[in-house]
Structure formats: structure tokens, C-alpha cells
């Protein structure tokens, strides 16, 4: 199984700000199959970036993801006050076929 | 517009059994691949179990006890959970693959609470 290892656990900052979310893998994970999330409370999470660095529609352009082997990266490169929220990161590959980081959850400081 | 609607959730006892649904709109049903998604405050995002053309997948806290499939004239996927544990209270998502390439979920439903207690 492929263990997704997001840090950290919660990031703290102000709107306007730069956030900077990892996700750490166990073993290589190919770029074509990282992908982040955004959940709000009592919604279902919603896809940001696909492989890798991809942005799903709608994403505005202050979302961008990075990396590739084990370490990936979802930067937002200004906080607006609808950015805070619980990432999720996702790698696809292996048995269990999806797997999910634990979370970061970037709170309003 | 796509839309994933779950339904089915509930109480139930250990051991018991539960069928849960999802009535999907807005899209070809057949030609996608879709999943089932589970979770917990404490263990986070769990992928169930997904069917495609190709079969049936699942993973191994469920296997032997729950069962994926689909209704393509009626666009309804379906997950029937049997000798349900304590551990398999959760939230479930349906959720869609955008297609035969990509692996990521790009359509999620709104979630059903499952919760097994006695």
C-alpha cells in the first residue's frame, strides 16, 4: 500500500498570505495519478489539480501543484477566505488501487 | 449537469446488512467507471470498492462482505454491505471517474451516513 503522508497537520495563516501544503508518498508515485482535493465542512471533496499540476475546471489560477516521485506540493499563492478549508492528497497505483493523505486542514489564523 | 445522489444510509446492528444507492443524472451511466469512497474522523478519506467495463475491485477491509454493482438502465450504482462491523460506520460517496484514462474522482455525491451500533 502506498501510505500518503500530508504535513502539516494544520497551517495557520492569514488572508493574503502564501500556503504551502506536502504531500509525501511511501514509494513512487507516478505525477499522471497525484491528485488534491478541497473539502468544506458537510460538502464532498472537490477535485483541484489532477496529475500533479493539472488544474480542474474552475480552479482559479492561485491554486498550482508540484513534484513528482514521492514529494508533491499544492501551493495557494494568496489566501482568499474561501481557500480555508481540509486538503486532501490522492495517488492512484497499487493495492489498495486510491489511496488518500491524511489531510491538512488550513485554518483562517 | 452531473449529479450523484446517494441514499440508503442508516442504523443498523452488527452483523446486519444495509444496500446503499446512488441515482446518477446529468451524464452517459454506462460509459464511466465509478466508486464507492468512505469516511471517518479518524481514518480519513477510504477507497471501498469501484466497478468499470472491465469488473469489480475492492478493498481488502470489505472483501467477501460487500458487493458493487450497477443498474445501467436505471443509473444506479449500488453497494450492498453485509456482516457490517463497527468500523464500517462512516460517511459513503458515490463518486465518477472522468474517464478511462484518468484515475482521479471528478463528481462526487452529496454522502449517506452509515452507522453500525447496537
Known amino acids: 500500500e502506498t501510505v500518503l503522508t500530508q504535513s502539516p497537520g494544520t497551517l495557520s495563516l492569514s488572508p493574503g498570505e502564501r500556503a504551502t501544503l506536502s504531500c509525501r508518498a511511501s514509494?513512487?508515485?507516478?505525477?499522471?495519478?497525484l491528485t488534491w482535493y478541497q473539502q468544506k465542512p458537510g460538502q464532498a471533496p472537490r477535485v483541484l489539480i489532477f496529475g500533479a499540476s493539472s488544474r480542474a475546471t474552475g480552479v482559479p489560477d492561485r491554486f498550482s501543484g508540484s513534484g513528482s516521485g514521492t514529494d508533491f506540493t499544492l501551493t495557494i499563492s494568496r489566501l482568499e477566505p474561501e481557500d480555508f478549508a481540509v486538503y486532501y492528497c490522492q495517488q492512484y497505483g497499487g493495492s489498495p488501487p486510491y489511496t488518500f493523505g491524511q489531510g491538512t486542514k488550513l485554518e483562517i489564523k | 449537469e452531473v449529479q450523484l445522489l446517494e441514499s440508503g444510509g442508516g442504523l443498523v446492528q452488527p452483523g446486519g446488512s444495509l444496500r446503499l444507492s446512488c441515482a446518477a443524472s446529468?451524464?452517459?451511466?454506462?460509459?464511466?467507471?465509478l466508486n464507492w469512497v468512505r469516511q471517518t474522523p479518524g481514518k480519513g478519506l477510504e477507497w471501498v470498492s469501484g466497478i468499470n467495463a472491465a469488473g469489480t475491485y475492492y478493498a481488502d477491509s470489505v472483501k467477501g462482505r460487500f458487493t458493487i454493482s450497477r443498474d445501467n438502465s436505471k443509473n444506479t450504482l449500488y453497494l450492498q454491505m453485509n456482516s457490517l462491523r463497527a468500523e464500517d460506520t462512516a460517511v459513503y460517496y458515490c463518486?465518477?471517474?472522468?474517464?478511462?484514462?484518468?484515475?482521479?474522482?471528478?463528481?462526487w455525491g452529496q454522502g449517506t451516513l452509515v452507522t453500525v451500533s447496537s
Open positions: 446529468g451524464f452517459t451511466f454506462s460509459s464511466y467507471a
Open positions: 463518486a465518477k471517474r472522468p474517464n478511462t484514462a484518468e484515475r482521479y474522482f471528478d463528481y
Open positions: 514509494q513512487s508515485v507516478s505525477s499522471s495519478y
